[in-house]
Every structure is written in C-alpha cells, then in structure tokens.
C-alpha cells in the first residue's frame, strides 16, 4: 500500500482533519483513519468469505453476502512512528474470531478480523473490525 502525500492530503480534507501537516507536510503523518483506504490498494475482506465465517453462517441460516454485511467496529493502532507519506507498507488479513448471537431481529454472526501493515522494520499499524451477518430481510 503505498502512502501517497496527494492522497494523504485529499483525505484529509475529505474528513475535515485540521491538522496543517497533513496539507502542507511533504512527508505528512498520516491521519490514523487513513488506513481505511487500503481497500483503494488491496483486497480486503478474504476472511469474510473463508470456510469457517461459511460454516457458521449455514448453522444458523445466513447467507453469508456482502448484501447482508454490516460494519459494527474499526479500531485503528499505531506501533511506534506514525506512517508517513512517501512511504509504503505491506498489509496482511487475519481472522481473528467468529461468534454467533441472537439480537433483536434475529440470528448473526459477528466476524472479527486484523489487517497488519508492515515495513521493513516491522509492524507499524493495526486495524481491528468487527462485521456482523445478519439474516437479509433484518438488515
């Protein structure tokens, strides 16, 4: 995932972060949210489809589309220096957990998930969701 300086810039207009460095910082911090625009880069989202997110949607009668996906949780952690523009960062997808609840328009399951960026040096972020698929007519 490279880090764009004129992305870093557009997306921190687009979000109103007010902060001077992120528009006029040649080697702009990113804004923490940021990383969000890995789905710009990368694919994401394997996890979701994988065969124990399947398994758990068929016990309970979910179909496991993205038309019936709901973001609940993203939760954004920095290790370290705050990446910056001009740099690039590999991402890597991991599950890490499945768990089926009863709300209050039915069966879900609710599948939390890791993208790790890295470099050279290591792990430089985290980004923690957490999604839930819940029956069609629900969502």
Known sequence: MPIERGKVREYARAT????????EDPEAPIPPTFLATVTFWTT??????????????????????VRSLL?????????????RAGEELRVEERLHGI???????GPMVL?????EFSDDHGLRAECHYTSAFVRKDAA
């Open 16 to 23: 109103g972060a007010a902060r001077p460095a992120y528009l």
């Open 44 to 65: 994401v989202g394997r996890t979701l489809g994988g065969p124990e997110v399947r398994q758990a949607c068929a016990e309970i009668g979910i179909e496991p589309d």
């Open 71 to 83: 973001s609940l949780e993203q939760e954004y952690v920095i290790h370290g220096r705050v990446p």
């Open 99 to 105: 768990e089926t609840k009863h709300g209050r328009r």
């Open 111 to 115: 599948v939390r998930f890791v993208l």
